[in-house]
């Protein structure tokens, strides 16, 4: 059974570069079958993608984060990451890695999650 | 972006009700839309992508509909292990962006 494991400080101060591990237990990470998402959620409020890496490297970023944030992968380690840059209290979430799995083609969806990193800034 | 919206916020019910959830996009995202269950302190599981394909592992008495901009999940008989948060979430357009959630609480 795959399992992702989230790691990395639980606070960041503000303006501070927010950085986050997924530790993916298995070879996956290196399969074209899947790709690799962050999800934020807020204390006591809804969910937000903030983007995603395949394992070419090639990476796809929401846009209302996407001039902080960077998601890279390393195959090698079975580890992908996230910064976030310049934070502020906005940015206190719960941080979930998650794994991406193809249907038909190209639907998608999250079919595996990790418990998820609280961070506060 | 694509705003997903939900409705309702939140709902009372009892063991054994017909449960509905309603998600309306912004626009079309045609049928890219998954259900998503989330219980407190835990990640949110999967239960519908493509709309209406049930995951594997997940009670048949869940089920969703819809395409374009109107989609619905369906619990035909509410469970204990039911109560919960449900979020809809459409992956057509990248923001990928989830509803705000729909919690379902005991009557």
């Known amino acids: 059974q795959v399992q992702l494991q989230e790691s990395g400080p639980g606070l960041v101060k503000p303006s501070e570069t927010l950085s986050l591990t997924c530790a993916v237990s298995?070879?996956?990470?290196?399969?074209?079958?899947?790709?690799w998402s962050w999800i934020r959620q807020p204390p006591g409020r809804g969910l937000e993608w903030i983007g995603y890496v395949y394992y070419t490297g090639s990476t796809k970023y929401n846009p209302s984060l996407k001039n902080r944030v960077t998601i890279s992968i390393d195959t090698s380690k079975r580890q992908f990451y996230l910064d976030l840059s310049s934070v502020t209290a906005a940015d206190t979430a719960v941080y979930f890695c998650?794994?991406?799995?193809?249907?038909?083609?190209?639907?998608?969806?999250?079919?595996?999650w990790g418990r998820g990193s609280l961070v506060t800034v | 972006d694509v705003q997903m919206t939900q409705s309702p916020s939140s709902l009372s019910a009892s063991v054994g009700d017909r449960v509905t959830i309603t998600c309306r996009a912004g626009q079309s995202v045609d049928r890219y839309l998954n259900w998503y269950q989330q219980k407190p302190g835990e990640a949110p599981k999967i239960l519908i992508y493509?709309?209406?394909s049930l995951q594997s592992g997940v009670p048949s008495r869940f089920s969703g509909s819809g395409s374009g901009t109107d989609f619905t999940l369906t619990i035909s008989s509410l469970q204990p292990e039911d109560f919960a948060t449900y979020y809809c979430q459409q992956t057509y357009i990248p923001s990928y962006g989830f509803g705000q959630g729909t919690k379902v609480e005991m009557k």
């Open positions: 298995a070879d996956s990470v290196s399969s074209s079958s899947y790709f």
């Open positions: 998650a794994r991406s799995a193809f249907r038909y083609g190209h639907y998608w969806f999250f079919d595996l």
């Open positions: 493509v709309a209406s």
